[in-house]
């Protein structure tokens, strides 16, 4: 292909829609939550909304109409529709899976909606914004050969990855966000856009963010929207809208004695009589500091504390009232516990786990929530193993479903060899169940063996337990299978996507779908999703491990598209079978012996096993869309396969983690049976 044509003004604006659609994808995984808190247990739809507006508006590259225009008022709709959401009361079920959910900013006046419809309206409108931008690149990607316009695509979207993570380093707002996409497509659309409804449409939009947020108490972590309230005996932290923790003032200048702040000092030191020794402490969840106080009063002489969020912990060190992370005993670590725990060799008298409890989940990919990594069995094996021999484990929780607690009851007292102490406290504060294991762990006033039943190992009592592994994570789920609420929001988001499908292309085109694109779609988006939690087991699910993840799956994707073009073609035949081999290497590698090596062999092979099949189904893909006659069209209908892929993902609920490798091997050999059939 001629140079200049790669450098010419077309492939700058394929790189820059490229480059806006995954930046306001990770934009709207993070704005969207922020003001309609329950969708943050639904990030996941915002990527598959994505799919969807991305392929209708490549399938209709063809036609008369100019999309590209309605991309600002697309935007401003959403924006709206979120402004009237923040202030409306989503009910949340409790009986399937528990999520927390406890709005105090709310207006009086404020109306209830079922989550359902909420997030059923929220993945419609999401996909509007990026039929404009699909429609955009399409136009785009049809000036170019097939592989060209792929691996200009691929930059495109690895620029926007890494833009958006620097803009998360350095917690900025998304009227940042918003302002940097809104005026790098004023620039790109030029003459295909109503210059005037463009800039009134983006104004708005900029306004009604501007608007909505209370800057004074207002910070922006790469996980939530945090907003703090400081009173004299209490701070409560906010996520999203939603209390996340307080931080509690446990030297008040009031009668300290019965106030809020003594009993929940109680609550908190109850079980630090179990503790033979106070040397060394780690604090797992320290979120504001306080239990790093109060374990500093206890007279602990080496802490760490362990927080996943830095501007949480720069809340506590900025205005915890005893300001604990300031004293020298302390060293901070901003990681993952479940990370910290692998990387450190050290051993400690108590260890802590806070109210780890997240509102979100670990990335836009998965339905495994933040937390969920550290609530499994392996997880309290490895927190066994860096206890002393007469070191206990306390954990707090807060568990208004009884099934949480009766799997925590059930995972200590198999990794500990005997059922823990558990104190339940029915008038709770912040937390209403403390957990404490550990050899030396005896009996004592005010704990017992809570569960009888449990500890006489009744059959039908432990059968009706499923407490979480690395490969089933799911705490909050009751047990193994997909919840009512994710089958209709599934069903209603499935039924959307056919019908836009229909609209798009038109029922006698659909005859003429790429089903072997559509496949390849499905089954690499289960890949990229498994690569995203096993990485995220193997070193932390913080979010520089999550943009490291995806930024190493889009350079796969072009280092792939580059080897066919530069060595290519090979035999497609051989490549299929070369990808079966390796997702069933894969499949048969358990996780649990990836954890046992070094650190480093830990990032070689799971980097192996992770980037061997992505690095092959991204050859094929190549290989294949090479020799579309309509490549915008077959690059349309391989986004409407990860559409299904996204909500096939759901099915780990019930089958776990390592099955999505199955199910990805099942579609690629539906590919290949399909693609046979298109050579005969």
Sequence with gaps: MNPQKILSPSSYKLFGYSFLILFFELALIRFIPSNVRITAYFINLV????????????????????????????????????????NVLVTAPQVEEAMFAIYFDLSPHSKKWGMVPVVSIFFSLSALPF??????????????????????????????????????????????????????????????????????CLGLVFYLIQNLYQKDHETWS?????????????????????LHQYMINFSPPFDFKNSYSSKV??????????????????????????DVHLVLEQGAKNIDAVEIDKAIWKLGKDFNYQKPYDDPRVKVHIDDARAFLKKTKKKYDVIILGTLDSQTLLSGMSSIRLDNYIYTTESFRSVREHL???????????????????KFAKILTDVFGTQPLIHHEKKHRLFNFTFVAGSKAEFVNDFGYYFKKLRDNDPIIANLISPPTDDWPYLYLEHPGIPTHYLKA???????????????????????????????????????????????????????????????????????????????????????????????????VPTHSLLGLPLAGQWILGALVTAVPLFFAG???????????????????????????????YSSMALGTKNLYLLALVLYALAFLVHRREKN
């Design 619 to 649: 050859m094929l893909f190549s290989q294949i869309f090479a020799t579309r006659q309509e490549p915008t069209a077959s690059l349309g209908y391989n986004l409407m396969g990860a559409i299904c892929g996204g909500l096939l993902e």
């Design 490 to 588: 599934g069903s209603i988001i499935f039924l959307i996507s056919i019908l836009s499908i229909i609209l798009a292309t038109g029922r006698k085109n659909l005859k003429e779908t790429d089903w072997t694109l559509f496949l390849l779609g499905a089954s690499f988006l289960l890949l990229e999703t498994k690569s995203v939690t096993e990485m995220s087991l193997l070193f932390g699910s913080t979010w520089q491990v999550n943009v490291l993840v995806f930024a190493s799956i889009l350079a796969l994707i072009f280092i792939a598209n580059l080897f066919i073009l530069r060595k290519g073609p090979f035999d497609k035949t051989r490549i299929f079978l070369t990808l079966f081999i390796s997702i069933g290497i894969s499949y048969a």
């Design 131 to 200: 039929i404009t931008l699909g429609y955009s690149m399409g136009k785009e990607f049809k000036n170019f050969p097939a592989l060209h316009a792929y691996g200009i695509n691929a930059a495109g979207s690895l620029a926007g990855l890494l833009i958006f993570s620097l803009l998360s380093h350095f917690s900025t707002p998304p009227l940042a966000w918003f302002g940097l996409g809104g005026i790098l497509f004023l620039f790109l659309a030029g003459k295909q856009q109503n210059s005037a409804v463009s800039i009134i």
């Design 388 to 406: 002393k021999p007469d070191g206990i484990l306390i954990l707090y929780h807060m568990s208004l479903n009884m099934g949480i607690s009766f």
């Design 222 to 242: 790469p996980y939530y929207k945090i907003n703090h309230y400081q009173k004299p005996d209490v701070t409560s932290i906010n996520v999203n809208g939603s």
């Design 265 to 290: 000092k109680q609550d908190y030191k109850l079980p630090y009589r179990l503790a033979n020794s106070w040397e060394d402490v780690l604090i797992l969840g320290a979120g504001s500091g306080n």
């Design 47 to 86: 990527l598959v909304a994505a799919f969807l507006g991305m392929g209708i508006g490549m399938l209709r590259v063809k036609g008369k109409k100019n999309l590209t225009q309605f991309f600002p008022p697309a935007l401003l709709l959403l924006t709206g529709a979120c402004v009237y959401f923040s």
